[in-house]
């Protein structure tokens, strides 16, 4: 033993901690302990990790999940500002999605009509005629939380296998075969129309299992649809968005006729918050 060596519970009342919560940070990698005695299990510390156990709180407090202050806390300096301004505007989209969110529920839990003034009248609903086309697909079982990294990642990978197939030869969009949502995982289906389908068969084999990737003719049929802006994906205004063209189509007597789908024309890095980039739609019939 060191004599500069703090006992955990020492260390826990410099460092404003639990011994707990100092137990719970060493199993995750976040702070070891100095030394631990081999024979009664005992932690120690030294007093200059009192900072990092600092850091480690402080973190806490905004949320930061213990992953993503395990990278943190190998930062230095200027790095580990950026690193923490990228997670406090992430956390501050969050949080205006929640704010619009509670706002929505509000307004449903009140007895107010939903969808009337706050969500209907803010979308114009129309119908679409498409015709069939063959699709380069993914699918995936996901929360609602994993879902738009899911999103991205699976129509890259489609989109550079459309390469091989001819080229995309249409909008890729993605379809919910069912809910997805905290509670519900889908499963969705990324799609991305490709011009030559052996080809498209050839390159789904070549990735065998993996992404569950396979290929399949998508009928032609009618969209009924509404186009929203890049602010309006996130949700609830998305969610209000569906609920528009449900109401749209339940009025005027048709019948839904297969899964929801988003359909993504634009270009999403390159547009604005109010910048069209998708349209929600369902298919329909008389």
């Known amino acids: 033993m060191h004599d500069d060596l703090l006992t955990i519970g020492t260390f826990a009342a410099r460092a404003r901690l639990s011994a707990k919560a100092l137990r719970l940070y060493d199993r995750l990698g976040l702070l070891t302990p100095a030394y631990v005695d081999e024979v009664n299990g005992y932690r120690y510390y030294r007093a200059d990790q009192v900072e990092r156990a600092r850091l480690v709180a402080l973190l806490r407090q905004l949320d930061m999940p213990l992953a ?53 009248g803010k979308f114009t609903v129309a119908t679409v005629d498409t015709a069939a086309q063959i699709v380069l697909t993914q699918s995936r079982h996901t929360m ?36 997805v949502s905290m509670e519900s995982d889908g499963p969705a289906e990324s799609c991305v129309p490709v011009a030559d389908r052996a080809a498209a068969e050839v390159w789904a084999a070549e990735q065998g299992s993996a992404w569950s990737t396979k290929v399949r003719v998508e009928p032609a049929g009618r969209l009924a649809y509404t186009r929203i802006t890049k602010a309006q994906v996130a949700h609830p205004q998305i969610l209000a968005a569906f609920e528009a063209v449900e109401r749209w189509i339940a009025e005027r007597g048709l019948r839904i006729t297969g899964p929801c789908r988003e359909i993504y024309f634009a270009d999403w890095d390159a547009a604005g918050p109010e910048d069209p980039v998708c349209d929600v739609a369902f298919p329909v019939a008389s």
């Open 68 to 120: 993503r202050i395990a990278e943190m806390v190998e930062l230095q300096g200027e790095q580990a500002a950026e690193r923490l301004t990228v997670y406090w505007a992430e956390a501050e989209e969050r949080f205006a999605s929640q704010r619009t969110l509670a706002a929505y529920l509000r307004g449903r839990l009140s007895g107010r009509e939903p969808g009337m003034n706050e969500v209907y």
């Open 144 to 179: 609602a939380d994993e879902l738009p990294a899911w999103i991205g990642a699976s129509l890259g990978r489609l989109e550079e296998g459309a390469r091989a197939c001819g080229g995309v030869t249409g909008a890729p969009f993605v379809v919910y075969h069912s809910e």
